[in-house]
């Protein structure tokens, strides 16, 4: 009969984690191939500072942050707010949400679509895509390419100079051309 007094009490610590969303616990819901998914919730946060080839998912969260090392694909999708962070080859997506921050290093391949703000940091050899944003605003060390596909404001800063407009929806940084 104890065991009845106690329901209450796991009910709410069950509510209390279903409406907190998955940013408890230190690195997200991974399974042991470094997959983790978030759905619905406030926060999902995602801290991997040593983590390889992850992929990360939230979607439909209020504020969604993920960082890992390499060969990361990390995506975004129906929320409100996105941190994501990379260091090499990773693939950084952001589609329905109304602000998404990336920073990632060289060889980064990051999409944006369907978003209000749209901001990037990329390294060398990198390749941003902005489709239906109001604002893309990317940043690259090196040579890197920005795609704008209707997009109100589209903005790249090159580190080694200025961007070159090549007219058909692409900006690029020097040493490419169009």
């Known amino acids: 009969m104890r065991w009845l007094t106690s329901l209450p009490l796991a009910g709410l610590g069950l509510g209390l984690l279903l409406a907190y969303g998955c940013g408890a616990p230190p690195g997200g819901p991974c399974n042991?191939?470094?997959?983790?998914v978030c759905v619905q919730g406030e926060v999902c946060t995602f801290?991997?500072?040593t983590q390889h080839d992850c992929d990360v998912t939230c979607n439909g969260v209020s504020s969604c942050e993920g960082d890992c090392v390499d060969r990361c694909d990390l995506?975004?999708?129906?929320?409100s707010v996105c941190d994501l962070s990379c260091q090499h080859d990773c693939r950084s997506t952001c589609d329905s949400v109304s602000t998404c921050d990336t920073t990632c290093g060289d060889r980064c391949?990051?999409?944006?679509?369907d978003t209000s703000v749209c901001r990037a940091?990329?390294?060398?050899?990198?390749?941003a895509r902005c489709e239906r944003v109001s604002a893309c605003d990317v940043e690259c060390d090196g040579a890197c390419t920005l795609i704008c596909i209707a997009t109100s404001t589209c903005h790249l800063t090159c580190s080694a100079g200025d961007s070159i407009d090549c007219g058909d929806g692409r900006k690029v940084c020097a040493p490419t051309a169009c």
Do not use: F, I, L, R
Request: charged content about 15%.
């Open 32 to 36: 042991g191939n470094g997959n983790c």
């Open 109 to 113: 391949d990051y999409e944006c679509v």
């Open 121 to 127: 940091h990329m390294g060398p050899d990198s390749t």
């Open 75 to 79: 995506a975004c999708v129906n929320g």
């Open 47 to 49: 801290d991997c500072p």
